[in-house]
């Protein structure tokens, strides 16, 4: 599974009610059922609700509008159900998967605490109404911009998940950071990256307020964000 971005409420809103263009009946049988492919259906609709469990066998789809046939598991009456409203479920990743590691907007924050290891560093946004004025500065010299932090944070934000992951794989990983983003005094957004795998072959995950569950991030970016720590912390 997978932690749902914005699209999928939008997607909640219009599928329901879960509704059919028209029904072929309950007779449709020999030729004509193969025609529907529900005489085997491949895949299944599985709706959980409160009551329990809808299931519905997914047949073909129809010429021209690709439209779907459908049937209630168990049952015998056929229905065609509008593509719009299977289609994004045939590859939902693409379309529904939360992959940005950070929802908050730039101009809520006040700050940001970056943690590793036994070492950490607060640098804070100024003037951070301001698009145009807007900077960012280590705590202990709020008046000087750091731009060095300005890159940095502009990697870590660019992290994108991959693809999401067991629990177990960040089990025997080591922590590489924590990252965590502040409205005033408290912490709005928390990022934690992991390293795991092999010398050599090393995979970084990363756990989210935002995606709440592990990910897989980038080899390439995220590693260079790991590079980049040492001489963010020492600034």
Do not use: C
């Not at 005489?39 to 779907?68: A, C, H, M, Q, W």
């Not at 709440?212 to 995220?222: D, G």
């Amino acid at each position: 599974g997978f932690k749902g971005n914005k699209s999928t409420t939008g997607m909640i809103e219009t599928f329901a009610p879960f509704s059919a263009l028209r029904t072929l009946g309950a007779d449709v049988v020999g030729d004509q059922l193969a025609e529907t492919k529900l005489d085997r259906p491949e895949s299944k609709l599985i709706l959980r609700v409160g009551n329990g469990d809808k299931v519905f066998e997914i047949g073909g789809r129809t010429f021209g509008t690709r439209d779907y046939y459908l049937r209630a598991a168990g049952g015998k009456e056929i229905y065609l159900v509008a593509s719009k409203n299977l289609a994004d479920f045939e590859f939902p990743e693409s379309r529904f998967m939360q992959r940005q590691v950070k929802e908050i907007e730039t101009k809520d924050v006040t700050s940001v605490l970056l943690k590793a290891g036994n070492k950490e560093k607060r640098f804070l946004q100024q003037n951070r109404l301001s698009t145009k004025d807007a900077f960012w500065a280590a705590q202990e010299t709020p008046e000087a911009k750091s731009e060095t932090f300005e890159n940095y944070l502009h990697k870590v934000e660019s992290l994108s998940a991959s693809g999401y992951v067991e629990e177990s794989a960040i089990a025997g990983a080591t922590k590489v950071l924590e990252i965590s983003w502040h409205e005033d005094e408290k912490a709005k957004e928390i990022l934690t990256i992991y390293r795991g795998g092999e010398p050599g072959k090393e995979k970084y995950y990363g756990v989210s307020t935002t995606t709440v569950m592990p990910v897989e991030l980038p080899k390439t970016s995220t590693e260079q964000v790991e590079q980049d720590l040492a001489s963010v912390l020492a600034e």
